[in-house]
């Protein structure tokens, strides 16, 4: 069994995956559970370019096959092949099939023109070394100078510097089974700009995993630790079931975030076969914030839909004040389109998003459910709905794409502390708030891309913004930007030996 390493979530292969998917290739992917693995994928194009349908590949399609192989099949260039024999040979060493070593580097620079000059440099270095018995360990490190210039940066700066290990992780698979053990990303779940319980937006955890992968079905479990909040420690536990036919995908995930001041790992909740909720019903002493989701995605001919449903808290009883708390939901729905109207190379999708108030939170800051004050679910957060669209054309190695994004802010936000008003009032008397609650931030953000990507380890791209917000922070007044970017991604990796 070869060795793998996750293909991470921010690279662009995934949206031309989404693409070739929608039109009805690479059926066997599971692209609501990511990241995968650089085999994973290979193997699939691999055999997906075997059957009789790829013979009636468009001209974009195609290209976009090509790019594949190119960027993510192991091979060395003749030049650097020949002189790493030549180096073995002289430290009388073999070069083995069965073990190696990847190092290199990933630089990725972007300029942002608006009424400022900014420079937005990054660094990654990769490693990682494969060993027989599907055993690799993976080690990626991030050297961001921006990064404290967020507010909720949870770090250090040295000389203008900050940086951090994105990623680092043992991994073990075998045909039907993994294993990780480390700091990675978890994103489950169909949306193209978010999901609802684990997102790319949040920065990878520290986490045991374990998948079993059949035919038709998947099972995930996740055990993590994240980082404390007043002095309490925090711990989070998952698992997902998922099922998947010819063209229908549905997975039901249940997640416990929970704990305090000498919180040790539960092991009612390391269970990954007990229900995490019925569990802390019948305690005694087991507290937590849970929540699930369900998901799915059905691949039409030319199409898919999609959408992922979550519940945090919904009351059911009318006795007391306290059963008058707004439900905490969130949903997402959206559908892909290849090739409309006969048009080859063209991409379109269109999505919808609405996350309730006080959702992600329960009385208990130490619940709420972010990581070093990022929110783990939907990168916006809470109290907002958001419409987005984006039209895509492939031009051989160009991609033009053109997006639009409007998104309504309520006041209750991840950083605002929770609250009950509805205690002020009866059973009688009732109590009902606006969606999106307070003063709401009305925010229109069109964009316009430029892409040229040889391969999905190196492209250059351009862009241009223009973003208009009313209420901005949730206090009259209106803001307009117009932001030019541009920039260049390069990685670098070799096969030592």
């Known amino acids: 069994m070869r060795t793998q390493y996750y293909i991470s979530p921010y690279e662009k292969v995934y949206e031309d995956l989404r693409y070739l998917q929608t039109f009805g290739f690479l059926q066997e992917l599971n692209l609501s559970q990511i990241p995968i693995t650089d085999i994973e994928l290979f193997?699939?194009?691999?055999?997906e370019c075997k059957l009789d349908k790829f013979k009636h590949c468009s001209k974009s399609q195609i290209d976009i096959f090509n790019r594949i192989k190119k960027s993510y099949i192991c091979s060395d260039s003749d030049r650097f092949s020949t002189l790493k024999n030549k180096v073995l040979r002289s430290l009388s060493l073999k070069e083995s099939k069965d073990s190696y070593l990847h190092l290199g580097s990933i630089f990725d620079i972007s300029v942002k023109i608006g009424k400022e000059l900014d420079l937005f440099p990054q660094l990654r270095t990769f490693g990682m070394v494969s060993i027989p018995h599907g055993l690799s360990i993976v080690n990626i490190m991030t050297v961001d100078p921006h990064a404290t210039e967020n507010p909720d940066y949870i770090g250090?700066?040295?000389?203008?510097?900050?940086?951090?290990s994105e990623q680092a992780y043992l991994r073990w698979n075998t045909e039907y089974a993994r294993v990780l053990a480390g700091r990675?990303?978890?994103v489950n779940g169909p949306g193209r700009k978010g999901a609802l319980l684990f997102s790319n937006a949040c920065r990878p955890l520290d986490n045991f995993r374990l998948e079993f992968l059949l035919k038709n079905f998947s099972f995930q479990s996740v055990i993590a630790k994240l980082d404390p909040i007043n002095f309490s420690r925090r711990y989070l536990s998952s698992h997902r079931l998922g099922i998947y036919l010819s063209r229908f995908q549905v997975a039901i995930t249940e997640l416990v975030l929970y704990g305090g001041i000498n919180q040790e790992l539960e092991f009612a909740y390391i269970n990954p076969f007990l229900f995490f909720h019925a569990e802390q019903m019948n305690g005694p002493g087991f507290s937590g914030n849970t929540l699930g989701t369900i998901d799915f995605r059905y691949l039409g001919k030319g199409w898919s839909a999609y959408?992922?449903?979550l519940i945090d808290d919904i009351q059911?009883?009318?006795k007391e004040p306290g059963d008058l708390e707004p439900n905490e939901l969130g949903c997402i729905l959206g559908a892909d389109f290849a090739d409309p109207f006969g048009i080859e190379g063209l991409y379109f999708g269109c999505e919808y998003a609405a996350i309730t108030n006080r959702t992600y939170k329960t009385p208990n800051r130490y619940e709420f459910y972010i990581h070093r004050n990022e929110p783990i679910g939907y990168p916006l957060g809470s109290d907002l709905d958001r419409w987005?669209?984006?039209?895509?054309?492939?031009?051989?190695?160009?991609?033009v794409a053109l997006e639009l994004d409007y998104i309504r802010r309520g006041e209750g936000e991840m950083d605002k502390s929770w609250d009950q008003p509805w205690m002020d009032f009866t059973i009688e008397e009732g109590y009902n708030e606006t969606f999106p609650t307070g003063v709401i931030e009305y925010t229109i953000n069109l964009g316009f891309e430029i892409q040229w990507i040889p391969t999905y380890h190196k492209y250059l791209f351009a862009s241009a913004n223009y973003q208009s917000i009313r209420n901005y922070c949730h206090m009259s007044g209106n803001r307009t930007n117009l932001v030019f970017t541009m920039g260049c991604y390069l990685d670098l990796k070799w096969k030592i030996f």
């Open 156 to 164: 250090n700066e040295w000389r203008g510097l900050s940086g951090y």
């Open 307 to 309: 959408g992922e449903f």
């Open 43 to 47: 193997e699939v194009i691999n055999a």
């Open 316 to 318: 059911l009883d009318k």
């Open 184 to 186: 990675s990303y978890i």
């Open 388 to 399: 987005n669209c984006r039209l895509k054309k492939y031009l051989h190695n160009w991609q």
